[in-house]
């Protein structure tokens, strides 16, 4: 797979560049902690379970990847705060900006989220994305020829770029042990990370981890990306509540501070509770109060 490349959204992509280990490195590096171990291919798979679900990280970061990507630079705001990486950036004060960037389909403009503050809701009508589109390719086009003419006036490159849109392209080598990608996978790949960083977080795990690392990519959907965590209260209302202890089940919320009401008796806004909720939805499980 080295050299392959996948295409994300208008014109971004990832290629793969280089990788080291594979899944038998990973349980080799396991192994030394207790001797010769497991050999099988069978036992390979039970010991790489074993290591992911109990959190056992060390012996994921033997492997790296290094990956090539061009990305919106809004997008990579995100994905640099990911700091468990090495990485090299395209430089635009050595080199002019490259000519691309992120378009957006008349399809795809979001709304503000209602209950997220800072993430998507559902999609605008198709009217308001045409008109969307017209403003954004009039502003790609306006800031590309104020960009053009202070290079032509000879101004520095730094200095003209400051006024480029964040919807223009970068691109960097990005290089990251196996233990540290999975956790920007576990984030990115969530439904609460921005379609446009889900993308891309998309393609390298579904395309290109699932094949370097096929023991490693069915341990991490099971226990990580598909799985589910309960905090103490969750576990001890679920607990309590299938025993038949109600009224326990509540006071656990009561005393987690999840049951507040405003003067018309609905429930206040609780982030914590709401996220229970949503858990106990998944579950089919109606906890001791009204869900409203």
């Not at 379970?49 to 109990?54: I, Q, T």
């Not at 290089?175 to 993308?199: C, G, P, T, V």
Request: net charge negative; charged share 30%.
């Amino acid at each position: 797979m080295i050299g392959e490349k996948v295409k994300v959204l208008n014109d971004g992509f990832v290629q793969l560049v280089d990788f080291i280990g594979d899944d038998s490195r990973i349980v080799q590096a396991a192994r030394v902690s207790y001797g010769a171990g497991t050999k099988t291919v069978h036992e390979d798979r039970g010991l790489i379970r074993y290591l992911m679900r109990h959190r056992h990280t060390t012996p994921f970061e033997m492997c790296e990847v290094t990956f090539l990507i061009r990305v919106p630079m809004d997008c990579w705001r995100q994905w640099i705060r990911h700091r468990t990486a090495n990485v090299n950036e395209y430089s635009t004060r050595y080199s002019e900006a490259i000519d691309s960037k992120q378009t957006t389909d008349h399809l795809e403009w979001r709304r503000q989220s209602d209950s997220n503050k800072q993430g998507s809701g559902q999609f605008l009508p198709a009217d308001v994305g045409d008109r969307l589109c017209s403003e954004e390719m009039d502003l790609h086009e306006h800031a590309d020829r104020v960009y053009r003419r202070r290079l032509e006036a000879g101004v520095a490159r730094e200095q003209a770029r400051k006024d480029l849109p964040l919807s223009t392209y970068t691109e960097a080598y990005w290089k990251i042990d196996l233990h540290n990608l999975l956790h920007f996978l576990s984030l990115r790949m969530d439904s609460h990370a921005q379609l446009e960083i889900r993308s891309y977080a998309n393609v390298i795990g579904e395309i290109f981890v699932s094949a370097l690392f096929p023991l490693v990519w069915e341990a991490f959907k099971d226990y990580r990306l598909n799985a589910m965590y309960l905090t103490h209260m969750e576990h001890q209302i679920i607990g309590f509540s299938l025993s038949g202890q109600d009224s326990d089940a509540y006071d656990v919320a009561h005393d987690a501070g999840w049951m507040e009401r405003k003067e018309n008796g609905t429930f206040k806004s609780n982030r914590e509770r709401q996220e229970a909720e949503a858990k106990f939805q998944q579950l089919n499980f109606d906890p001791p109060w009204v869900v409203e």
